[in-house]
């Protein structure tokens, strides 16, 4: 069979989402899948029952809790693996899509090959990443940064689980991995052929634009500093408005001056958020005097991201002094930006096209475990589109039609970077 006749298996595809989205149900309507969480335990065990008898694959849990499923030989000796997958774990109440599909979908289609009886030139490894997701041991990409080498045990070592208080060594050790072995995990530059992930879009672009399925040519760099406001905390009562130093009603212009970022249309493609604050004294008699935040910048493009920052300071140089308050800035993270490898990028893209999708390519504005492996090797990204954006939350959703459609995609993107790439 010509592999442009390739198909997948579309309801089995659906069917196996719908299993792995009743691991960790909660009542909310969304799922608790946490890293190192009996659901995490129960994901596993299904993840590795499928894979070993439906598939036939060897799986393994590396030292850091990253599940392979291996064993998919190529037909030219020599060839290193495709690496294909995600993480199947969640946010607290997140959805049914983030991650799982992207593991499900590769899944899908190395099982499509086989039943074919299709063998691609290179080796096919399943790969779903452990702790992908913000958890209570405080990281995320967990298992992905280990393995480019951007954790090592040194920083493992001192993290703790901000609820039950279990080491996070410990929590490896007793979900199989192995704590002492933790900077073996690490893989070696140039050890795979090619990596590729589908996950949903989170956000409206694919959706408002009526397609299915897009390739990423950029993740988005990711800049966070934490903002301090010092004013005085004074009588709520007695104070008069020439006298107040309030350090809330200047934070409160710092905000605004932040979402006039994201309003300018010189700087589009640049996401801003002031997404936490604390106030101080925070009481309802007193004049704030101080409040911290946290700022997270995005975007593609180092220039854009140094306007920004410029228009950005310029506005809080003049609130500070207008309002008689200290503004202290301190970088807290400056994450560049991953371009994703053009052979990659193109045979997704390439897949994309030939199934009637429009032109594009889209940035990634989340961060996501390619990021990481691109330090390593080829890497690209597939998106599928979400229904009204939605992510993170019991509404996302992914319309039955686009993921088998984008699964398709998926396949034939696959047998394209087996073509193209040659190592
Ligand atoms: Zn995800």
């Known amino acids: 069979m010509a592999k442009t006749e390739l198909r997948v298996n579309g309801e089995r595809l659906l069917a196996r989402l719908q299993a792995l989205a009743a691991i960790g149900a909660n009542a909310q309507g969304g799922i608790d899948r946490q890293l190192a969480s009996d659901a995490d335990i129960e994901a596993r065990g299904w993840l590795r029952r499928c894979w070993e008898q439906e598939l036939g694959l060897t799986v393994r ?8 499923g291996e064993g998919a030989a190529g037909t030219e000796p020599g060839l290193k693996p495709l690496i294909i997958g995600s993480h199947h774990d969640t946010v607290p109440n997140g959805g049914r899509f983030d991650g ?42 967990f298992g992905s940064r280990v393995l480019c080498g951007r954790l090592t045990s040194a920083d493992i070592a001192r993290l703790h689980h901000r609820d039950t208080g279990e080491a996070l060594t410990a929590a490896i050790d007793r979900m199989g991995g192995d704590a002492a072995a933790i900077d073996r995990a690490r893989l070696q530059p140039g050890c795979f052929a090619g990596f590729m992930e589908c996950h949903i879009e ?14 990423v040519s950029c ?3 990711i800049y966070r500093e934490v903002i301090t406001v010092q004013g005085e905390a004074n009588h709520a009562g007695t104070t008069l408005y020439k006298d107040r130093r309030d350090a809330l009603a200047a934070a409160a212009e710092v905000v605004l001056a932040v979402e006039s970022l994201i309003k300018d249309p010189a700087l589009a493609g640049v996401a801003a958020t002031i997404g936490h604050i604390e106030v101080s004294p925070n009481a309802s008699n007193i004049v704030p005097g101080t409040v911290t935040m946290s700022l997270d910048l995005r975007t593609a493009d180092p220039a854009l991201r140094q306007q920004a920052l410029g228009q950005l300071g310029k506005a809080i140089n003049e609130i500070a002094a207008r309002r008689q308050v200290q503004i202290t800035r301190t970088l807290n993270l400056d994450q560049s930006e991953m371009p994703m490898h053009p052979v990659v990028r193109d045979a997704i893209h390439d897949a994309c096209v030939a199934a ?54 998926y396949l034939q993107a696959l047998c394209l970077m087996d073509r193209r790439l040659d190592t």
Not at 100 to 126: D, F, I, K, N, Y
Not at 202 to 215: N, S
Not at 362 to 377: I, K, P, Q, T, Y
């Open 219 to 221: 993740i988005t760099g």
């Open 100 to 141: 799982a599909l992207g593991v499900l979908m590769a899944t899908e289609a190395l099982h499509s090959l086989q039943e074919q009886g299709v063998r691609l030139r290179h080796p096919v490894w399943l790969l779903s990443f452990a702790g992908e997701e913000p958890n209570g041991f405080g990281i995320s990409t």
């Open 61 to 68: 849990t590396d030292p850091v809790l990253n599940l392979w």
């Open 202 to 215: 989170q956000g409206r672009r694919l959706i408002d634009a009526g397609e299915t399925a897009a390739a």
């Open 356 to 409: 009637g999708q429009r032109d594009q390519v889209l940035v990634s504005m989340a961060g996501h475990d390619a990021a990481n492996m691109a330090r390593l090797g080829p890497a690209g990204m597939l998106f599928i589109a979400s229904v009204d954006g939605y992510s993170h939350c019991p509404q996302e959703y992914s319309r039955d039609a686009d993921v088998v459609k984008g699964a398709n995609i």
